[in-house]
Structure formats: structure tokens, C-alpha cells
């Protein structure tokens, strides 16, 4: 179907059906209330949900599916847009084992045979316009022969770039009609919604998500990450190493597999805690489903994150300011954590320190005073991050996405381990981090920043000196330019000495080291 025709028939059917849907709604006072009155009218009407069920294969993929999931789940209104996403992907019908194998030797460009030696084509998952196969390569890369590949529905894919266009279309037409859709920048909100849709299906990207977090935690044995076969990576195919692994959440399956759980639950809120705020690279929809645990002989009981099609980043600012932020946090020096907003520009200029200060200090100190067992390092970060609201402050939107990963980190380390401690666990990371940010190694790593920079200024310094002398020597006074430079000659004597008394120690110490090596 013409993608013009395509967009005016869901144009159409948007117009049909949408003067009904506004008569059932109440008046539009809150639009969370409106949108789940609405759901629970529709839902409530058998007649309204037979209309609506025939209407649903009109409305095509991405509008059929949302619609039906909140029919079903009205609570799905209040969440966000990638967990209501994930919550249709079991509505998802993939593609039959001959029209699988027709799309992957159109996407690889080659025939399978030529690839691998067995592929199976009935998919393992099948998700949102996408689904996952397992193969054996014919030719092994980088010493692996069982590879997933995750393959991306073309046509699909295609009826949603339509239904998103159309969406960017309408919003278009209002702000030149509405003043307030105009005030609410709908374009703008209309293109951010479609480019957090399309963001899931670029497997390119995902890929290089993929390979930076394996560069990132390459060695360490508490976490696997897959290898990507970059040989067989395409725009509608993404090919990795195959794990065999459990879900986290399956319990009976990891202890019949003899994993202890204990140490599993500890090394989820170190790996999260170190991939957001070490690194700053991170999941931003991290929930039970995307972790897993390895089962293969060598990696038995590793971490296995999947699903790095939608990562988020922070600043070194953002990232430096939460870690050092929850260590004042955790050391109760809520006037210390009030400077470092007002220094990042959390909360207006004119907040007064102590008013702040006493706003931290009564949301933190429940979570002190609660039992060590009850304490919950998420919720405190929640007030670290939120305490800022009452002075009309706020955070950036990364951060707090940080913070609800980790949060998911330590629901779901407790669902694993009841008695781990993740309130001590999160305050030795976090203590790490900041350690390490102030010793000898982060000062060598500001130094490496700096190092390009020095590298065009230092050339210059004999040429700037001069030129200042000679602008001091025409505009000071005779009394000024002696003060130079004597000033001078004493720093080139403090110099010099100091340069033969490194030379002297440094002969002492190379003799003594000869003396005690013979």
C-alpha cells in the first residue's frame, strides 16, 4: 500500500472513531483522568469493546496494539512509553519459518547455506516488529559457533514509520492552528516520540551499544557480555554470540544449576551501580526480563544483560555529581549535598543553603533510622535527586533514569536474596567511584583531558612571557619592573635548586637500589 494512501486511511479511521471516543469521555479537566475514564468506558461497554475489537486490525501495528493493551490495562496509562511497549510484545505474531528465511537472505544478501550450517527458523522470542533465531555458523568467528540473530520485520517496520509520520503530520497542523499545541511545542514532542520508537529498531546501533558495554566490563568475571559478529550485521539483522542462560527470575532453574544466589544478587547492584555511574553508559529500561544468568560451563553464573537497543548516557558532570552527591548522602552531610546543587544549577539561585539543607535532611534521615534489613539505597537516591522540587528545582531527566535503573537493580536483587544488603553494597561502589575519582588515578585522567589542550598552549608560553614583560616594562613604574624581576631570579634560584636536589635523590635512591639488589 502507497505510504500517502496508507496515512490518509489511518487518518481516516482516526476521524471515525475518534468523535465517539471524545463523546464517551468525561471533560477534559486532567488529562490522565480523561485518557482513564475513557479506557474504562470503552472497556466497560461490551458493545463499545465489540466496535472497538473490529476496529483494531484497521488502525495498523503500533496504534492496534496500544489501543488494545490499555483496553486490557488501564494502569498501563500512568506508565511510561517503553514499558507499555514491552507489554504488547506477547501480542506479537512472527513471521512463518519461509517468510523467516526469505527476510534473513534478503537482509544478509546472501543464501543462508552459504552462512551457516543449521538455522532455525521458528524464532526463539518474537518482540515488537522484530523477532530472534538461533543458527550454527558454517565458518566459525572469533572461536564461536552458535550465534542469535536477531532479525527486524521490514514491513512492519515500514507501517509504523507511516503511522509515526502521520502523527508528526497531525501535530504539524495543530501548532499552526492552536495556539496552545503551539505553547506545548507538539511538533517537537511528536518528533521525540518517534524518534524513541525507531531508536528500538536500529540494530546498528545496538550493536555498537552492545560492543562498548563488552569493552567496558572486558575481564571482569562477575558479568558476559555477548560478541557481536560485526561480518553478519546489517540494518535489519543483528548477529551475536549465543549464551545459553536462565531468566533471573527463575529460581528453581539457577539452583538446579547449583548457583548461589547470594553473590548473583550482589554482583546485579555492583554491575548496574559501576555501568551508570562509573562508566555513564547504561540501561534505560532495565527491568527482570533483561537480565539473565549465564549456564555455559565457562561463564556459569555470570550476569547477562540483553536488550541494549534503548541506553542512556551521562555527563561526566551528571555522573560526578551523583556519585559524590550519594556519598555526602550516605555520610549525612546534607550541607555539603545542598552546595552541590546549588553549584550544578538544581534549584534558583536565591535558595537559601540552610532551607535546603533542612529539606534533605527530613526527607533522608527515615531511611537512617529504618532497620538496616529495611533500607532501600533506590529511595534514598529518589530523595537525593527530588529533594530540589519544593524550590520549583529540578534535576536532568538522565539522572533520574539512572536512578530508577538502579532502583530496579536492588527490587530485583532482593527478589533473588532477601537478606542482601544493598544499602552497603551501593555505598562501597559508590565510595569506589569517588575514590578513585580524587586519588592519583583520576587526577592522571583530568590530566589526559587536559593533555591535547597543553599541547597547543605549552609551545606558546616562552611567546606569551615576553609579551607580557614588555607590556609590563611600557605601563609599570621603575620600583614595578625591579620587583619583577627580582621576583624573577628568585623563582629561577628556587628552580634550579629544586632541579639538582631531584637529581641528587634520585642518585641516592638508583645507588641504594644497586647496593640492596647485590
Excluded at 43 to 48: K, L, T, V
Excluded at 114 to 134: C, I, K, M, N
Excluded at 244 to 250: I, Q, V, Y
Excluded at 503 to 518: F, I, N
Amino acid at each position: 500500500m502507497p505510504p500517502l494512501f496508507r496515512r490518509l486511511l489511518l487518518l481516516f479511521h482516526a476521524l471515525r472513531y475518534g468523535a465517539r471516543l471524545i463523546w464517551l469521555a468525561a471533560p477534559p479537566d486532567h488529562k490522565l483522568h480523561w485518557m482513564i475514564e475513557l479506557i474504562g468506558r470503552v472497556h466497560a461497554s461490551e458493545r463499545s469493546g465489540a466496535q472497538l475489537h473490529g476496529l483494531l486490525p484497521a488502525l495498523g501495528p503500533l496504534a492496534s496494539r496500544f489501543a488494545q493493551t490499555l483496553a486490557e490495562r488501564p494502569e498501563l496509562a500512568t506508565g511510561t512509553l517503553h514499558d507499555a511497549l514491552d507489554a504488547v510484545d506477547h501480542m506479537e505474531v512472527p513471521l512463518p519459518p519461509d517468510d523467516s528465511a526469505q527476510a534473513l537472505t534478503r537482509a544478509f544478501g546472501r543464501p543462508l547455506t552459504e552462512l551457516f550450517s543449521a538455522v532455525d527458523l521458528a524464532p526463539v522470542r518474537s518482540g515488537f516488529a522484530e523477532q530472534t533465531h538461533f543458527a550454527r555458523l558454517a565458518t566459525p568467528v572469533k572461536g564461536h559457533h552458535e550465534v542469535a540473530i536477531k532479525l527486524v520485520r521490514v514491513q512492519q517496520l515500514q507501517q509504523i514509520g507511516d503511522e509515526l509520520a502521520l502523527l508528526r503530520w497531525v501535530a504539524r497542523w495543530l501548532e499552526k492552528l492552536s495556539r496552545v499545541a503551539r505553547r506545548m511545542k507538539l511538533r517537537a514532542l511528536a518528533q521525540t516520540f518517534t524518534d524513541d520508537i525507531l531508536r528500538r529498531f536500529d540494530l546498528r546501533a545496538e550493536a555498537a551499544n552492545l560492543s562498548q558495554t563488552g569493552h567496558h566490563f572486558d575481564r571482569d568475571k562477575r558479568i558476559v557480555v555477548p560478541d557481536v559478529i560485526w561480518e553478519l550485521c546489517t540494518d535489519h539483522t543483528l548477529t551475536m554470540q549465543r549464551i545459553n542462560t536462565l531468566p533471573a527470575s527463575d529460581l528453581p532453574g539457577l539452583h538446579a544449576h547449583g548457583i548461589k544466589l547470594a553473590p548473583l544478587a550482589a554482583h546485579i547492584v555492583e554491575v548496574v551501580t559501576e555501568q551508570a555511574f562509573e562508566h555513564g553508559f547504561f540501561h534505560a529500561t532495565l527491568d527482570a526480563r533483561r537480565v539473565r544468568v549465564s549456564i555455559e560451563p565457562d561463564t556459569c553464573g555470570r550476569l547477562v544483560l540483553a536488550e541494549f537497543s534503548i541506553m542512556a548516557t551521562l555527563s561526566s558532570g551528571e555522573r560526578e555529581f551523583f556519585v559524590h552527591g550519594a556519598t555526602a548522602l550516605f555520610d549525612q552531610d546534607y550541607g555539603r549535598l545542598a552546595d552541590m546543587h546549588r553549584d550544578a544549577g538544581h534549584v534558583p539561585p536565591d535558595t537559601r543553603a540552610e532551607v535546603l539543607e533542612a529539606e534533605l535532611r527530613t526527607r533522608a534521615e527515615a531511611h537512617f533510622a529504618a532497620a538496616p534489613q529495611d533500607r532501600s539505597a533506590g529511595s534514598l537516591f529518589h530523595h537525593l535527586l527530588h529533594g530540589v522540587q519544593p524550590f520549583d528545582g529540578q534535576v536532568s531527566g538522565r539522572l533520574a533514569t539512572a536512578q530508577r535503573s538502579f532502583q530496579q537493580a536492588e527490587m530485583l536483587a532482593r527478589a533473588l536474596h532477601p537478606g542482601v544488603d544493598t544499602w552497603n553494597i551501593a555505598r562501597g561502589v559508590l565510595a569506589d567511584i569517588a575514590r578513585r575519582d580524587l586519588d592519583h588515578r583520576g587526577w592522571l585522567k583530568r590530566l589526559s583531558h587536559e593533555l591535547p589542550h597543553l599541547a597547543h598552549m605549552l609551545p606558546r608560553v616562552p611567546q606569551l612571557a615576553v609579551r607580557y614583560l614588555q607590556q609590563h616594562e611600557r605601563t609599570g613604574t621603575p620600583q614595578q619592573n625591579a620587583q619583577l624581576l627580582a621576583d624573577l631570579v628568585r623563582e629561577y634560584r628556587r628552580t634550579r635548586w629544586l632541579l639538582w636536589g631531584c637529581v641528587v635523590c634520585g642518585g641516592v635512591l638508583g645507588a641504594g637500589m644497586m647496593l640492596l639488589a647485590w
